[in-house]
């Protein structure tokens, strides 16, 4: 998310704390980096909850563990599309000039 300039800091806007930085929640940040990419609200969220759950009541199941692993690999799939498009097509460039079919 720090790539996509989604912050980690906040500036307080009210109150007697008014002015300084607090820590953005990640649930806040994940909001914040779905609103433009509503197709990733969904893996996102369920990941964090799955993680959450994982840490503080849930017993971690290889089922649970695989279901996270699918909705963070599906959410990066998503995020870097383009570039996974790009890097093949220079991997094919670099065969062909290397005289491969």
């Known amino acids: 998310m720090d790539k996509h300039s989604i912050p980690r800091n906040a500036t307080i806007k009210k109150g007697r704390n008014r002015g300084r930085?607090?820590?953005?929640?990640?649930?806040?940040?994940?909001?914040?980096?779905?609103?433009?990419?509503?197709?990733?609200?969904?893996?996102?969220?369920a990941a964090k909850w799955l993680?959450?759950?994982?840490?503080?009541?849930?017993?971690?199941?290889?089922?649970?563990?695989?279901?996270?692993?699918?909705?963070?690999?599906?959410a990066l799939h998503l995020i870097y599309e383009d570039r996974m498009a790009r890097t093949?097509?220079?991997?094919?460039?670099?065969?062909?000039?290397k005289g491969e079919p």
């Open 88 to 97: 093949m097509e220079r991997a094919s460039e670099v065969i062909e000039a």
């Open 21 to 45: 930085e607090r820590g953005v929640l990640l649930h806040d940040r994940l909001q914040d980096f779905a609103k433009d990419r509503s197709d990733l609200q969904r893996l996102l969220l």
């Open 51 to 74: 993680g959450n759950a994982g840490s503080h009541e849930l017993e971690m199941t290889e089922e649970v563990l695989l279901d996270a692993f699918d909705f963070v690999s599906c």
